[in-house]
Antibody, heavy 120, light 109 residues
Framework: QLQLQESGPGLVKPSETLSLTCTVSGGSISSSSYYWGWIRQPPGKGLEWIGSIYYSGSTYYNPSLKSRVTISVDTSKNQFSLKLSSVTAADTAVYYC????????????WGQGTLVTVSS | SYVLTQPPSVSVAPGKTARITCGGNNIGSKSVHWYQQKPGQAPVLVIYYDSDRPSGIPERFSGSNSGNTATLTISRVEAGDEADYYCQVWDSSSDHRAVFGTGTKVTVL
């Protein structure tokens, strides 16, 4: 059974960089046809897609966040990561990682999510 | 940018049918996926590619997509179906990105 687990600091200061890692177990991140994505959800609000990456390193980003987002993959560790720079309180959210079936497909496996609070 | 609009809330009595709409410009030309999210939990995929059900999802969940509206239908609603539901598409019309709907809270009366 595929499992995804987010990890990283739960508190980030304004203007700093948010960094999260998603560890994939029970399957290979190098499997063809799958993308690996990040989605976030501010408290009490809806879901927002941040971006996705293929094991080769090919990426798609949400245009509204593109200037601040970097998603990378480490196939040797079966992990992919998110960096979001210049954070503000508006970036406070639960961050989920997920497996995406093909670039336009659904997210069929999700991590449990991790709350990141931006505050001084 | 592409926008998906859902009603904020839908109320339904147990045993009845709930229909949740997802409106978007010519959404019928796109593949729509639906997620169920219960409080404090990660979303769960309930319908993908308009009308396919993942294994383990009850047949009571079905989907359709045509014109400017996609619909998630929950038949014979149970108390355990109370949750937030989100539609999602991939927008490749301008920027390539995933777009989520605004979300619908389903309340079982």
């Amino acid at each position: 059974q595929l499992q995804l687990q987010e990890s990283g600091p739960g508190l980030v200061k304004p203007s700093e960089t948010l960094s999260l890692t998603c560890t994939v177990s029970g399957g290979s991140i190098s499997s063809s046809s799958y993308y690996w994505g990040w989605i976030r959800q501010p408290p009490g609000k809806g879901l927002e897609w941040i971006g996705s990456i293929y094991y080769s390193g090919s990426t798609y980003y949400n245009p509204s966040l593109k200037s601040r987002v970097t998603i990378s993959v480490d196939t040797s560790k079966n992990q992919f990561s998110l960096k979001l720079s210049s954070v503000t309180a508006a970036d406070t959210a639960v961050y989920y990682c997920a497996r995406q079936i093909a670039v336009a497909g659904p997210c069929d496996y999700w991590g449990q999510g991790t709350l990141v609070t931006v505050s001084s | 940018s592409y926008v998906l609009t859902q009603p904020p809330s839908v109320s339904v009595a147990p045993g009845k049918t709930a229909r949740i709409t997802c409106g978007g410009n010519n959404i019928g030309s796109k593949s729509v996926h639906w997620y169920q999210q219960k409080p404090g939990q990660a979303p769960v995929l309930v319908i993908y590619y308009d009308s396919d059900r993942p294994s383990g999802i009850p047949e009571r969940f079905s989907g359709s997509n045509s014109g400017n509206t996609a619909t998630l239908t929950i038949s014979r609603v149970e108390a355990g179906d109370e949750a937030d539901y989100y539609c999602q598409v991939w927008d490749s019309s301008s920027d390539h990105r995933a777009v989520f709907g605004t979300g619908t809270k389903v309340t079982v009366l």
